[in-house]
């Protein structure tokens, strides 16, 4: 065999990853108020950016019917407007392999818009996104993420995030792995998989389901779960009687290794998210989305208020442009040019992608904004994405901290997103919400018939809800209402008054 120099011709498969097309991510995932900040900072960087001075009041009617009634695109994308949905933006970051060519072409193509509908990116996509929030001191959830994207990465890391949406200010989660799960369209194994690694992370104790299993993962971090302290922290209703003889006799251990280990338990922290309560920041919720009734349909639009109208003064660029000027100057100047110009394209498929994934959703539950939450249907984000023609890391995006209002009250669109509960007579499932309410109506006219777990078990079957027991009891501490003997106790405490 000859040996020499050579040309050979290779193809292969990158993935291009512009700063513009990171913001690009992250900007589906602000809410307007967010995107208010974004805007004013966008303004004091670029002078070719100017404030209208207005609010915008561009309304996008989706009525839900069977005919889908299309909205023209305006002629003029110089405004934050809402448009019908064309050209909404949508990132697949399923799968790490696709081919991106450039991100010329993904930015600038000639449809005039992002043009990355169906565009395949990597699972690293989402590691940009971790950081992006971080205010100066990190919140609990900021801190779990970057924690994530350190440890974890393509689906891993997205199910990690959907777990740490769910932790709230005190470390808890508080949701089952199955909603986790049937949101995302994984299997559940998969969930407690990631589950017990977001378990390791800083602080420990985070992500725990109960005040037992937060203080056997301390117990783990310390190295001190040994089977006398699994023992004791599995029988803490003992501890809190002081019933110290019992727990002896539970554990296997004396009176000197049972004050050690108690003391070594009260060391631990029960509420391990508490810590970064002062990162936080506390905003009032407005509406991302407004849903109103119009004729046989609905009128589904980004609510105006919360969007200051942005311009791009062409005419300061010419004037600039026109001047003596250097070389170094006429770079920068049509940088700003072409940043301004990008920016306005991304605030507009922000728009029409929020609006359409919105209209969808209404669609879906229309029997909710009609007839209230006891009709709420079982709903995942592959439903969604797959009637709009979406990946569903992009309706996760679009559906994170983002509000939606109609005459029903104040929603968060992840809201519209639950799992389902089998019909006892065969039907179709219902929505996990719609048993909560009805739970809810059913403890709340029991009037001085206290129903116990297992009566409302049989109440419920007789409406068509085919429910265990122990999940009504979950649902109904969910709601925040103690057990029968709890509420028999208040009863007679409010009768005696």
């Known amino acids: ?20 097309l990171q913001q690009a991510i992250r900007l589906l995932a602000l809410s307007n108020l967010e995107i208010e900040t ?13 404030s209208g001075g207005q609010e915008v009041r561009d309304r996008v009617e989706a009525p839900v019917r069977d005919e889908y009634e299309e909205v023209p695109e305006p002629d003029s994308i110089d405004h934050l407007g809402a448009g019908d949905g064309a050209g909404a933006l949508d990132i697949d970051v399923s799968n790490e392999n696709l081919h991106q060519d450039s991100a010329a072409d993904a930015m600038g193509g000639t449809d005039g818009g992002l043009g990355l509908t169906g565009t395949s990116l990597g699972g690293s996509v989402d590691a940009p996104d971790f950081d992006s929030f971080a205010s100066d001191e990190a919140s ?27 932790i709230d200010e005190t470390g808890y989660l508080t949701v089952s792995l199955l909603d986790i799960a049937d949101r995302l369209g994984v299997p559940k194994a998969e969930v407690e998989r990631v589950l017990a690694a977001v378990q390791t992370f800083d602080p420990a104790g985070v992500a725990a389901r109960s005040l037992s299993e937060c203080l056997a993962l301390q117990a783990k971090d310390a190295d001190r779960y040994d089977p006398a302290m699994a023992r004791l922290i599995d029988n803490l209703n003992y501890l809190a ?3 110290l003889s019992a727990l002896k006799r539970i554990c296997g251990v004396d009176d000197e290794d049972l004050t050690d280990m108690i003391r070594e338990l009260r060391a631990y922290d029960p509420k391990p998210g508490c810590r970064f309560e002062g990162g936080s920041r506390v905003e009032a919720v407005v509406p991302d989305v407004l849903v109103s009734r119009r004729g046989a349909g609905w009128s589904v639009e980004l609510n105006g208020a919360t969007l200051p109208r942005l311009l791009v003064n062409r005419t300061y660029y010419a004037e600039l442009s026109g001047g003596a000027q250097d070389k170094k100057s006429k770079a920068w100047l049509s940088e700003c ?3 301004a110009n990008w920016l306005m394209k991304a605030l507009d498929q922000r728009a029409r992608t929020i609006t359409r994934v919105a209209t969808e959703i209404v669609k879906q539950q229309e029997n909710f904004f009609l007839r209230g939450v006891a009709h709420l249907r079982p709903l995942t984000l592959r439903t969604i994405a797959e009637a709009v023609g979406m990946h569903e890391s992009t309706i996760s995006r679009v559906t994170s901290n983002k509000y939606l209002s109609c005459e029903r009250g104040l929603f968060e669109l992840k809201y519209f997103f639950t799992s389902g509960i ?3 007579d065969g039907g179709d499932a219902v929505s996990a919400e719609a048993v909560k309410s009805h739970i809810k109506t059913l403890i709340a006219g029991e009037g001085g018939k206290i129903l116990s777990d297992d009566q409302l078990v049989d109440l419920l079957k007789a409406r068509g809800f085919d429910i265990a027991r122990r999940t009504v009891a979950k649902y109904r501490e969910a709601l925040g209402i103690g057990s029968s003997v709890q509420r028999r106790r208040q009863r007679a405490l409010e009768g005696e008054r």
């Open 140 to 166: 609990l959830h900021d801190h779990l993420l970057s924690q994530a994207g350190a440890a974890l990465s393509g689906a891993d890391l997205m199910i990690a995030a959907a777990i740490i949406e769910q």
């Open 422 to 424: 089998q019909s006892a």
């Open 1 to 20: 065999m000859a040996l020499g120099p050579r040309l050979d011709l290779r193809q292969s498969q990158s993935l291009v990853m512009t700063p513009q």
């Open 337 to 339: 040019l072409a940043s």
């Open 38 to 50: 974004f805007i004013a900072e966008e303004l004091e960087r670029n002078p070719l950016l100017e």
């Open 241 to 243: 009687k002081g019933n």
